[in-house]
């Protein structure tokens, strides 16, 4: 399928409404797990919910405002880089769109255009551009299926502009399709949640009254015991249950609050000291009140640790089960064969990631890219299988688990190889067998054999010979009726009729008016 150009004007009602039918080159990077700006699951939850519609932000920046004055002003100079006019196309193609700055009246060239910042400069300049640049390129590039793409970031001046040009490498459109057609099968079966708002920000219990003790030798003035009633209460009333990022933020907020008090107590702790060699009730109390908030963030400090090991692993247990299941559905389909190991890193992915949203959506994309993998492998057996099958012989290809892998051409040299060597086989088989009959035969018209045999007794009339001989050449034509219309069996039309003959030797004594000759042009002419 060709690509189909449409007329609306990007940003316009019309280019919204259509951006809601097709998958949009500048959501396949955060599609392939690559964006530096948007996860996959968040994509997935846009989409889900229908706010895909609405910009994002970076595409707002990018695709509008700032983004078409600093193209507009690029434009011209990019027109004369290349020497041809550019003109922004709005295309669709296989279920994909591309919204291009520009594309060459011959279809040829693609012009894409990011504002100047220097550390995308510098990788236009080294000529290695970010997977987050790459995967928008390919889809506008298969789109519109051109040849090349202009990559240019600037602030609309000569002065500060830099480009590269970039031709679509071997194998990631293929990837690509693989990806939105998973991103699809995902996309079915996802259950919006919570986790792509923004990262929560912890609260801490309430702030507790500034504690105020004066001593000259015995306390003369203090709010210990109110104080030490209110900031029990808080303590009691802080959530140990964690299940949610904004949950894990309270409690780490609370965490280093508990360690505030502890120190705020200590400090009223020496003031009251330097005031009085000994006021036993007062340190006790102190020593309480702290005690009580030392365990209460021990307590939250090891629930915090634990809970989140317990998240992260129930998050890689769920995506290992899931790729457990999608590798067993696909061996099941290709039995007798297996799809060969493909690693599925959760583990690595997950590592580093701070709160479940993250960590959800790194499991979730290396669970889309195994999936990828195994499916674009089970493609390539399937077809291996059927070519196999097609060739026939199937008793040649026992190593049908280490055939299924090869490349096409390489299954079909291997096919073509073993088909000639075994017709050679069995052709130099049946030419032995031929001269040992050969060669049985002679010896048996040496020996007299066929003369000696005695007279047919009275019952064997003419008649039942030419009856057996009619039911002989019967049985040979139903034997060659069989097989004629199938050239790849001669082999075997060869061995029933040399079967056949050795199997008739008997019939041959008694049909004496049929010799052997006569007999074996009767097969030759068969076949």
């Known amino acids: ?18 951006r809601a039918n097709f998958h949009p080159a500048s959501e396949a990077p955060a599609m392939m797990g690559a964006s530096k700006q948007l996860r996959r699951t968040e994509l997935l939850q846009a989409k889900k919910t229908g706010l895909d519609r609405d910009v994002h932000w970076w595409v707002q920046k990018h695709l509008f405002d700032r983004g078409h004055e600093v193209e507009a002003l690029a434009r011209p100079i990019v027109e004369r880089i290349i020497g041809e006019d550019l003109y922004p196309v709005v295309g669709t193609r296989d279920g994909l769109l591309a919204s291009m700055d520009g594309l060459t009246m011959l279809g040829d060239v693609v012009f894409e255009h990011k504002l100047w910042n220097d550390e995308l400069a510098e990788q236009v300049r080294a000529g290695d551009l970010d997977p987050h640049y790459y995967w928008q390129l390919e ?50 079966v996802f259950e ?52 949610t990022d904004q949950h894990f933020a309270d409690a780490d907020k609370t965490v280093k609050w508990c360690k505030d008090v502890e120190q705020r107590l200590e400090a009223a702790k020496q ?23 030392r365990a209460k963030r021990l307590e939250l400090d090891k629930l915090v640790k634990a809970r989140k090991e317990a998240i992260r692993l129930g998050i890689k247990t769920n995506a290992e089960a899931a790729w457990q299941r999608h590798v067993a559905a696909i061996n099941a389909r290709l039995a007798p064969v297996v799809l060969p190991g493909i690693r599925a890193d959760f583990a690595g992915v997950m590592k580093g990631k701070k709160t479940v949203a993250g ?77 040992t009959f050969r060669q049985q ?15 047919v007794e009275g019952s064997k009339s003419s008649e039942t010979q030419s009856e057996l001989l009619q039911v002989r050449r019967q049985t040979v034509s139903a034997i060659f009726a069989s097989t004629v219309n199938r050239p790849t069996d001669r082999q075997i039309i060869e061995t029933l009729a040399l079967a056949f003959r050795v199997h008739e030797s008997k019939v041959i004594e008694w049909l004496t ?14 076949f």
Request: charged residues 30%; hydrophobic residues 45%; glycine residues 4%.
């Open 513 to 526: 008016d049929v010799d052997l000759e006569t007999i074996s042009q009767e097969l030759e002419a068969a």
């Open 1 to 18: 399928m060709s690509m189909i150009i449409h007329d609306v004007v990007q940003g316009s009602d019309a280019w919204h409404a259509l």
């Open 192 to 243: 919006p949640t919570p986790e792509t708002d923004p990262a929560p920000i912890g609260r801490t219990p309430e702030n507790l009254p500034a504690l105020r003790i004066e001593v000259t030798g015995m306390v003369t003035n203090s709010n210990l015991a109110a104080f030490k009633e209110h900031a029990l209460a808080v303590l009691g009333s802080i959530s140990t249950e964690l299940t």
């Open 139 to 188: 889809q506008q590039l298969y789109v519109a299926e051109a040849k090349r793409a202009i990559f240019v970031v600037s602030d609309g001046t000569e002065e500060n502009m830099a480009y590269l040009w970039y031709e679509p490498v071997p194998g990631r459109a293929k990837q690509l399709l693989d990806s939105w057609k998973q991103f699809e099968a995902d996309l079915a």
């Open 441 to 455: 035969e002679e010896s048996k018209a040496r020996q007299g054999v066929v003369a000696q045999q005695p007279e």
């Open 359 to 435: 960590l959800r959506d790194a499991a979730d994309t290396e669970l889309a890219r195994v999936k990828i993998e195994a499916n674009g492998l089970a493609e390539k057996v399937d077809a291996n299988l059927r070519t196999i099958r097609a060739a026939g012989h199937d008793f040649l290809f026992a190593d049908l688990q280490m055939l299924a892998v090869k490349e096409a051409d390489d299954l079909a040299a291997i096919i073509d190889n073993r088909i000639v060597q075994h017709a050679a086989a069995e052709k130099e088989r049946l030419e032995r067998d031929r001269e």
């Open 271 to 293: 003031h009251a000291l330097s005031q009085t060699a000994s006021i036993d009730e007062l340190f006790r109390t102190l020593d309480a009140i702290a005690e009580e908030t």
